[in-house]
Structures are given as structure tokens and as C-alpha cells.
């Protein structure tokens, strides 16, 4: 089994954001701020979970129409709050099929669970945006594994990112899923009632008042 410093990843998202706040990848004031020591940089984690029955396309899974939502999402409006910017380390991506009416439920990080993954799902790409620049984009299938992957690998239902990204302050952030073309989430047949969630959890260090 594959033993995972925790710190080393902790640390290589922290020293991305001192990097970043070094080389003005900041807004001026939170740079400022950071480097004297005004700003605090804490591990956090920010989560999405969303349904996509019936979704084709390409289907946002977090909206500014959005608020935060114990359970849910505790990105509000989909942008991070003044001061705050997360380097993002390791994602975690789950689903969940059933009769579910809501987010809460058992997510399975992996391709089976009580019923297969959906096709649809299984070949969709996961991308995480801001201002329309793609800051991360990964098959879902390579997301749900039992085994780490990335440079410094994780939890078995985490996927490490190579290269941290940055997710700034008070710009809108897109978590999208996109589905190969002609194909959509649909039940699968006799369980019409099933309906489709997905989990997306961001992993990392994030700036933030004192």
C-alpha cells in the first residue's frame, strides 16, 4: 500500500501560494496583506454536489444563481470571498444513482456501486474554469480509481493534481461536466425513478482574514 506525506502535499499547496503572491498572480492587496503576515493560509476544502439526470453537453454543476448550502456547496454564488484564493492539490469525484431526491446519499468513488456507473458519465470531462480559462480538465474515468494517481498520489478516492492551480477571489469559478457528444444521463431501463448525483470535492490551501 502506498504510504502518503500529507504534509509534503500541504506544503506544496502553500508554498503556491507565497509563489503566487511573490509573482503578482494575486489582486495587490491580498498579496500585500499575505506577505506581511495579515492573511492566514488553513487546508480547506470546498465541495460541489449536483444532479445530472438527463444532462448532455456540457452541464454546469455550480451556478451564480447558487448560495452555499450545508450538504450541498459551500462555494457561495460561485466565487471564493475577498481575500480568499486556494491552491487546489487533490480532487475528489464521487457519484450516486438511486432514488435519491436530494444531495444527501452515499457517494461511490469508483466505477461500480449500486448500479454501474452511467456510459455517459463514465466518458465525461470533468473541467474547472475561470474567466473562461480551463485550469484543470481530467476524464472521469481516470478520476474514480481505488488507486492513487498524480505525482504524489492521495486517498484512494483523491486525484493529485501534478501542478496545484489557483482559484482567485471574487471571479466566478465553473465546474462543468462534458459529455461525449450525442450522449446524455439518462435512467437506465426499469429504473426510471433513479435519479443521477455527482460529488466534486476541491482540496487545498486557502488564504483567508485572521
Keep these: 500500500m502506498l504510504t502518503v506525506n500529507y504534509d509534503k502535499i500541504t506544503t506544496r499547496a502553500h508554498e503556491m501560494i507565497k509563489h503566487a503572491a511573490n509573482t503578482g498572480q494575486l489582486p495587490p492587496e491580498t498579496a500585500e496583506r499575505f506577505l506581511s503576515n495579515e492573511l492566514k493560509s488553513s487546508s480547506h476544502i ?9 444532462k448532455s453537453d456540457t452541464a454546469d454543476l455550480v451556478k451564480a444563481s447558487d448560495s452555499k448550502q450545508d450538504g450541498v456547496r459551500n462555494l457561495d454564488r460561485a466565487k471564493l470571498d475577498k481575500f480568499e ?4 492539490d487533490r480532487i475528489g469525484f ?3 444513482a438511486g432514488e435519491q431526491t436530494s444531495a444527501i446519499g452515499l457517494y461511490y468513488n469508483t466505477v461500480t456501486g449500486r448500479n454501474d456507473i452511467h456510459p455517459a458519465l463514465f466518458n465525461a470531462d470533468l473541467l474547472i474554469k475561470q474567466n ?3 485550469l484543470f480538465e481530467m476524464p472521469v474515468s481516470a478520476l474514480l480509481s481505488y488507486e492513487p494517481k498524480g505525482l504524489l498520489g492521495g486517498p484512494e478516492s483523491t486525484f493529485a493534481v501534478y501542478t496545484p492551480f ?3 477571489e471574487e471571479v466566478p469559478v465553473r465546474i462543468q461536466l462534458r459529455f461525449p457528444e450525442g450522449s446524455s444521463v439518462t435512467p ?3 429504473q426510471e425513478g433513479d435519479r443521477y448525483w455527482v460529488k466534486v ?5 486557502k488564504t483567508q482574514e485572521k
Design 46 to 54: 470546498l465541495y460541489v454536489k449536483h444532479e445530472i439526470t438527463g
Design 85 to 88: 484564493n486556494m491552491a487546489v
Design 132 to 134: 473562461d480559462r480551463v
Design 94 to 96: 464521487g457519484w450516486l
Design 188 to 190: 437506465p431501463t426499469g
Design 166 to 168: 489557483i482559484l482567485r
Design 201 to 205: 470535492e476541491l482540496f487545498g490551501t
